[in-house]
């Protein structure tokens, strides 16, 4: 495989990564629910997401450190709102 391609490939993975998760965060905004959704997963994907951005830091790997804040944040925006549209009963 040719470097152009890999590199295409590359980032075409890095921004299919980073954007994973928005579909899910513009579902809970536009709905106020987030019940569906298991916090140890959304938690678990968190700690990967963040010990992938430590180690491309390390790494000076900054297209991988970069994919990695980027789905960070989304899925601590998708814990934000976990805990924000938490039902009123629980």
């Known amino acids: 495989m040719n470097f152009e391609l890999e590199t295409i490939i590359g980032i075409l993975g890095a921004i299919l990564s980073s954007l994973s998760f ?3 965060v513009i579902k ?3 709905t ?3 019940d569906d959704l298991s916090m ?3 938690v678990l994907l968190a700690a990967n997401a ?3 951005l430590t180690y491309g830091v390390i790494k000076d790997a900054m297209p ?4 990695n804040a980027l789905m960070l944040t989304m899925l601590l925006v998708i814990i934000f ?3 924000k549209f938490k039902p009123k009963n629980s």
């Open 28 to 30: 809970i905004w536009k």
């Open 50 to 52: 963040a010990t992938w």
């Open 64 to 67: 991988l450190a970069i994919t």
């Open 81 to 83: 709102f976990k805990l």
């Open 22 to 24: 928005l579909p899910q």
């Open 32 to 34: 106020k629910s987030a």
């Open 40 to 42: 140890p997963t959304i």
